[in-house]
Nanobody, 127 residues
Framework: QVQLVESGGGLVQAGGSLRLSCAASGRAFSSLAMGWFRQAPGKEREFVAAITWSGDNTHFADSVKGRFTSSRDNAKNTLYLQMDNLKLEDTAVYYC????????????????????WGQGTQVTVSS
């Protein structure tokens, strides 16, 4: 089993930046493909970013492409989401997720492809 704990959320003005972290424990983090999702009030959970086990490959939703980046430090069992030029519509609870599929080589965009989830961290962007 994998335990995932997000941190780094908070209140930020539009145009600002935040960096989310996701600390993993319980099994080999480096074997997992990882992802970020978000859920705004009244909306379904949506894909934000995906990263392979090595961190060499990433994929982003069109809505955040060019503004968000994701990286990982397997030695520290930590995943990151750097969010720049934040917009009001980025307000949501952000979740990190881990996938056991394909030995971590995939870039997965659907929630069902992830078996391990954090509890989420709130990001609020104000005008």
């Amino acid at each position: 089993q994998v335990q995932l704990v997000e941190s780094g959320g908070g209140l930020v003005q539009a145009g600002g930046s935040l960096r989310l972290s996701c600390a993993a424990s319980g099994r080999a983090f480096s074997s997992l493909a990882m992802g970020w999702f978000r859920q705004a009030p009244g909306k379904e959970r949506e894909f934000v970013a995906a990263i392979t086990w090595s961190g060499d490959n990433t994929h982003f939703a069109d809505s955040v492409k060019g503004r968000f980046t994701s990286s990982r430090d397997n030695a520290k069992n930590t995943l990151y989401l750097q969010m720049d030029n934040l917009k009001l519509e980025d307000t949501a609870v952000y979740y990190c997720a881990g996938s056991d599929l394909d030995y971590g080589i995939g870039l997965y965009t659907s929630a069902w492809q992830y078996q391990h989830w954090g509890q989420g961290t709130q990001v609020t962007v104000s005008s």
